[in-house]
């Protein structure tokens, strides 16, 4: 016996061993203290620009702006550092995947153990069912198939037999065996693919443009308000009086409530995810979702469920389709035969020659689960669709031979005693091991006819059985596997997700390209791709064994990719100025997830592993809910750039009223108090509520926006500064009327200013004239009762330096600012914001090639017109 070549160990020697080489358990990265997290969120570009902020309120002696900026930050930093809290936790609760014990031979004797206790040379007992705990060299095996596809992607067990090798968190799924430990925790194959997941940390797109944009506006600002002192000065103003107006102006050209509003929307985001079961680990990590250009994808568990099924079904007499999904018995069998019979034998011979078991839910609502082999359990669940149960037929025929499935004969044959006396024998393996003589005594014609329907089912990405069987009146001495009938052909593969082919769409319609990046067979490959709409059936793919390499251009589909070839292929997509998500949920998925500008696992079939690495782990597996994440990203920029128009262009207004007030004979335009006072109520609870302003309709069939553009691009700027046109022509036109009248000029100028840009808070709403995000109307009208209590509340008109104003000089500014939310609407007429799809010819011709796909032409319910 082979095992008794590797007796295992003693517990002395383990115990030595497991001292020199740690323990059995990937590294993990340490806890971050909460320190950490802090100065982490503080590092954020918006959190330096508000500091410098609070640095200017402070110079200035505004110390209520400075409470206020402060509190953001407070409010900003809590918000971040609670969201990375409750995400790492969540993922603590999903991990499951490491194994929890282990079998091992121990001083001759069986033993179970933590799976962290496993050390080299330790004699591992594998049965069904078992996760292996470390990489392994096989001394003994019996049957033994173990599936890889967490390592490898491969959606097919693979048999292993002597001298073969089990990698950790793989798992065995048929037969039983002994097997030689040969490395543990970051040797490992897991290990090793754990080591490549280093990502130094960058800035998010946003974080990106934000910075450019933090840089224009300070020079931009310094520099007027510059001009303002200089032009100050000329005029004899004090100079004291003209450094604090200039710094206040400064002040009031930072958007401090930016930060506020970036995380509000973000946290928003999040608890929405949230309650769709995916888990965002960073928020950033929301708004990165909304400025992705290319989904790459792995195959096994992400776009398919991770689980065999059997599809099409030939005998010689005919063919039939089968429907349904899972492991349960729900679905029928479409055929076109006449002899219905044939089907019957078939999946009945399937049934027998058999070894895996099903078993019901146990709860409403629950699915089937299988233990043993998912090829074999596909076919179990098959035959039940036909009413046939495989634990009624083993009953009736009962089995008393087998000879199990090994590599080198690519088959299996099983002996079973029929009621009447007889035996039969039925075999079952790969068409290239049956289908010939002396095995099968069927007319070569109709041989070949069965191996060119094989081969063409292989070519579509079925993996394909051949059966067949043979009546004997008595059990014979030797069990030869000649002279048996064909039955059919049974073809199965791993199906899509429901909801794949619908996310590949919502998609394409959002101009974000879908790449499959997978370890498994380019047949295999080829037909998911082509069957969820991916590529086209003539488009090329790319084999990652081959020494040629693909054109990023034309391949959409990467086959037989290593995880190193993965980070090859991501990065290649990122020095293109992609932005790219990738989903999976694989050990070997792990180094790409954190490659990628944001890496989302699955969490119930997902791998520690890839869960640890991504930035989005979806709890439920739903794959639809990758969409509703661009979807929230989306809307969180487009707040963020709704915000921007109404900050800036309140900034922009207040500096020009400073700039040009002193040529209209208006020495002073506004006071740095009243500056300050109209910043904090503008830019304070109203620009925060716009972050939390809905999606905007068809964003989902709009095309993400260029990574390069700046967040003022698009016509960003253009409106910001036609908005500042009409904000500041009401307050210079209001404040020049009432000077040359004898009105309290100054007054009148303070409130037109805060109230019209008040009115431009209105108009920006996402859907104006419905209750949708009261907040903002709320806080609206909360900021215009303040702006009143400038005018009216002595302490504050005392503050201010302001006067009341009578009822029918308070009507007219009134309504004069209305004026600033008919800025916004008509100059959303005029200029509406939709962009032309750039994407460019080569998505064009993909997007198209897949929706003219015959395999594609479908309803769903997610299609977007």
């Known amino acids: 016996m082979a095992s008794e070549k590797v007796p295992g160990l003693s517990w002395t020697e383990a115990?030595?061993?497991?001292?020199?080489?740690?323990?059995?358990?990937?590294?993990?990265?340490?806890?971050?203290?909460?320190?950490?997290?802090?100065?982490?969120?503080?590092?954020?570009?918006?959190?330096?620009?508000?500091?410098?902020?609070?640095?200017?309120?402070?110079?200035?002696?505004?110390?209520?702006?400075?409470?206020?900026?402060?509190?953001?930050?407070?409010v900003n930093t809590s918000v971040g550092v609670g969201q990375e809290i409750r995400a790492d936790r969540a993922i603590a609760a999903l991990s499951e995947l490491a194994a929890p014990?282990?079998?091992?031979?121990?001083?001759?004797?069986?033993?179970?153990?933590?799976?962290?206790?496993?050390?080299?040379?330790?004699?591992?007992?594998?049965?069904?069912?078992?996760?292996?705990?470390?990489?392994?060299?096989?001394?003994?095996?019996?049957?033994?198939?173990?599936?890889?596809?967490?390592?490898?992607?491969?959606?097919?067990?693979?048999?292993?037999?002597?001298?073969?090798?089990?990698?950790?968190?793989?798992?065995?799924?048929?037969?039983?065996?002994?097997?030689?430990v040969t490395a543990v925790g970051t040797a490992s194959a897991t290990g090793r693919i754990a080591a490549l997941m280093v990502k130094t940390a960058g800035l998010t797109p946003l974080q990106r443009r934000l910075v450019g944009v933090g840089r224009m506006l300070a020079g931009v600002a310094v520099l007027l308000c510059a001009i303002v002192?200089?032009?100050?000065?000329?005029?004899?103003?004090?100079?004291?009086?003209?450094?604090?107006?200039?710094?206040?102006?400064?002040?009031?050209?930072?958007?401090?409530?930016?930060?506020?509003?970036?995380?509000?929307?973000?946290?928003?985001?999040?608890?929405?995810?949230?309650?769709?079961?995916?888990?965002?680990?960073?928020?950033?990590?929301?708004?990165?979702?909304?400025?992705?250009?290319?989904l790459a994808t792995d195959k096994t568990g992400t776009l398919t469920e991770g689980r065999m099924v059997a599809r099409r079904i030939w005998t010689p007499s005919g063919e039939a389709e089968i429907t349904g999904s899972g492991y349960?018995?729900?679905?029928?069998?479409?055929?076109?035969?006449?002899?219905?019979?044939?089907?019957?034998?078939?999946?009945?011979?399937?049934?027998?020659?058999?070894?895996?078991?099903?078993?019901?839910?146990?709860?409403?609502?629950?699915?089937?689960?299988?233990?043993?082999?998912?090829?074999?359990?596909?076919?179990?669940?098959?035959?039940?669709?036909?009413?046939?149960?495989?634990?009624?037929?083993?009953?009736?025929?009962?089995?008393?031979?087998e000879h199990p499935f090994d590599s080198d004969r690519k088959r299996m044959t099983t002996v079973h005693r029929l009621p009447d006396g007889r035996v039969r024998v039925i075999c079952k393996g790969a068409p290239e091991a049956l289908l010939h003589s002396p095995i099968l005594t069927d007319d070569p014609a109709l041989l070949a006819r069965a191996a060119v329907q094989a081969e063409q089912l292989a070519r579509n990405g079925y993996r394909v059985l051949a059966v067949a069987r043979r009546d004997l009146p008595d059990m014979p001495e030797i069990v030869e596997e000649n002279g048996l009938t064909?039955?059919?052909?049974?073809?199965?593969?791993?199906?899509?997700?429901?909801?794949?082919?619908?996310?590949?769409?919502?998609?394409?319609?959002?101009?974000i390209r879908t790449v499959l990046i997978t370890g498994d067979h380019p047949g295999t490959a080829r037909a998911i791709a082509t069957d969820l709409g991916i590529i086209g059936p003539d488009d090329p793919i790319a084999d990652c064994r081959t020494p040629e390499p693909p054109d990023p251009d034309k391949v959409s589909v990467y086959a037989r990719a290593t995880p190193e070839q993965k980070l090859d292929?991501?990065?290649?997509?990122?020095?293109?100025?992609?932005?790219?998500?990738?989903?999976?949920?694989?050990?070997?998925?792990?180094?790409?997830?954190?490659?990628?500008?944001?890496?989302?696992?699955?969490?119930?079939?997902?791998?520690?592993?890839?869960?640890?690495?991504?930035?989005?782990?979806?709890?439920?597996?739903?794959?639809?809910?990758?969409v509703a994440a661009v979807e929230e990203g989306r809307r969180v920029y487009t707040n963020i750039r709704r915000f921007l128009v109404y900050a800036l262009s309140g900034g922009a207004a207040e500096i020009a009223v400073m700039l040009l007030g002193p040529f209209a004979g208006l020495a002073l335009p506004l006071l740095p108090a009243q500056i300050l006072w109209i910043n904090l109520l503008t830019h304070g609870l109203p620009g925060v509520a716009l972050g939390g302003e809905p999606a905007v309709k068809g964003s989902m069939s709009r095309p993400p926006r260029p990574p390069a553009e700046s967040i003022l691009g698009a016509g960003l700027w253009q409106r910001v500064l036609r908005i500042a046109v009409v904000l500041t022509a009401v307050t210079l036109g209001v404040a020049i009327w009432a000077h040359q009248t004898g009105r309290p000029w100054q007054s009148m100028a303070f409130f037109a200013l805060g109230a019209?840009?008040?009115?431009?808070?209105?108009?920006?709403r996402a859907r104006p004239g419905s209750l949708s995000n009261p907040l903002l109307l709320l806080a609206v009208a909360g900021a215009l009762l303040l702006q009143l209590a400038g005018l009216y509340f002595p302490p504050l008109r005392n503050l201010l330096n302001t006067a009341p104003l009578p009822l029918g000089d308070l009507l007219i500014v009134s309504a004069l600012s209305v004026l600033g939310y008919a800025a916004v609407r008509l100059d959303r007429i005029l200029h509406p914001s939709h962009r032309p799809n750039t994407r460019g010819t080569r998505d064009q011709l993909t997007a198209k090639a897949a929706t003219n796909s015959p395999r594609n032409q479908r309803p769903s319910h997610r299609d977007l017109p």
Not at 152 to 160: C, H, I, L, R
Request: aromatic fraction near 2%; hydrophobic fraction near 50%; include cysteine.
């Open 756 to 764: 019209t840009q008040l009115g431009v808070a209105i108009g920006s």
């Open 328 to 401: 349960g018995p729900e679905g029928e069998i479409i055929h076109t035969s006449l002899d219905g019979a044939s089907f019957t034998d078939l999946l009945e011979a399937a049934a027998l020659c058999n070894d895996a078991r099903l078993s019901p839910p146990r709860d409403n609502g629950g699915e089937w689960t299988a233990l043993g082999d998912p090829t074999e359990a596909a076919l179990l669940a098959a035959a039940a669709k036909l009413g046939i149960a495989g634990s009624e037929v083993r009953q009736r025929f009962p089995r008393i031979a």
């Open 569 to 626: 292929i991501i990065q290649s997509m990122r020095d293109r100025g992609d932005v790219l998500a990738m989903t999976g949920d694989g050990v070997n998925d792990g180094p790409a997830l954190r490659r990628a500008d944001i890496g989302v696992a699955m969490g119930e079939r997902g791998t520690e592993v890839a869960r640890q690495a991504a930035d989005l782990v979806l709890a439920d597996d739903d794959l639809d809910t990758v």
């Open 229 to 294: 002192l200089a032009l100050g000065l000329v005029r004899g103003q004090p100079v004291e009086l003209m450094v604090v107006t200039a710094i206040s102006l400064v002040v009031a050209a930072v958007p401090e409530s930016l930060p506020a509003v970036v995380t509000l929307s973000l946290a928003m985001g999040a608890r929405r995810m949230a309650a769709r079961h995916a888990l965002v680990r960073k928020l950033p990590a929301v708004e990165t979702l909304g400025s992705v250009t290319v």
């Open 101 to 180: 014990a282990a079998r091992v031979i121990r001083d001759g004797s069986q033993a179970q153990i933590p799976a962290a206790d496993v050390v080299v040379g330790d004699l591992l007992v594998l049965a069904e069912g078992d996760i292996v705990p470390a990489d392994a060299r096989v001394v003994e095996a019996a049957a033994l198939l173990v599936d890889e596809s967490a390592l490898t992607g491969e959606s097919v067990p693979v048999d292993k037999g002597q001298e073969e090798t089990v990698s950790s968190g793989t798992v065995v799924v048929r037969g039983r065996g002994r097997a030689e």
């Open 486 to 511: 064909l039955l059919g052909l049974i073809a199965i593969l791993d199906p899509p997700r429901p909801a794949a082919a619908a996310t590949v769409a919502a998609c394409r319609q959002a101009g």
């Open 15 to 74: 115990a030595e061993r497991r001292r020199r080489d740690g323990a059995n358990v990937l590294p993990r990265q340490p806890a971050v203290p909460l320190w950490r997290r802090v100065t982490g969120q503080l590092r954020d570009p918006l959190i330096l620009v508000l500091l410098v902020a609070a640095v200017l309120t402070v110079a200035t002696g505004d110390w209520a702006d400075m409470v206020v900026i402060l509190l953001v930050i407070v």
